[in-house]
């Protein structure tokens, strides 16, 4: 038996404070930048300065609820992500910054989030909207 197999729990912290090491590394490695390059970073991303260093403390996981969601509301992200990058990628912004994670992620293991992200989603809006361009609205009743 490996120890893999004896310590999941030891084996999963190890790896929890690999990546907190790597992305403090990726972090340093940020910060390290002139302000110049570090701007022009974020312009050529078309997002601030500010949300660039944001998005960065959040991690590369921050985002990870978004497609959940979509599949959940029915939508395509491929598809989404073919015929609107910028709006997808806007969205993944926004879900990386939110501060409604521990209810979205609740919502998305219950399997209510149909239901209920319109209450604290700051996609919300973006979502409905793709729902009517579609030809098919998503009603908040």
């Known amino acids: 038996m490996t120890t893999e197999a004896q310590y999941p729990v030891v084996e999963y912290l190890i790896d929890l404070f690999s990546n907190w090491l790597k992305h403090q590394r990726e972090l340093g490695e940020l910060r390290e930048l002139d302000d110049a390059s570090f701007s022009q970073i974020a312009s050529d991303l078309r997002i601030s300065p500010e949300d660039l260093m944001a998005l960065a403390r959040q991690g590369p996981h921050s985002a ?13 992200r491929e598809k989404l992500a073919r015929a609107e990058t910028l709006v997808l990628r806007d969205m993944e912004r926004v879900c990386s910054l939110c501060g ?24 919300a809006p973006t979502i409905e909207a793709l729902g009517e361009a579609a ?7």
């Open 100 to 123: 409604h994670k521990r209810q979205c992620d609740h919502d998305l293991a219950a399997g209510t989030s149909g239901a209920c992200y319109q209450q604290y989603c700051p996609n």
């Open 135 to 141: 030809g098919h609205g998503r009603s908040s009743s």
């Open 64 to 76: 990870d609820e978004l497609p959940m969601l979509l599949e959940a509301l029915g939508i395509d």
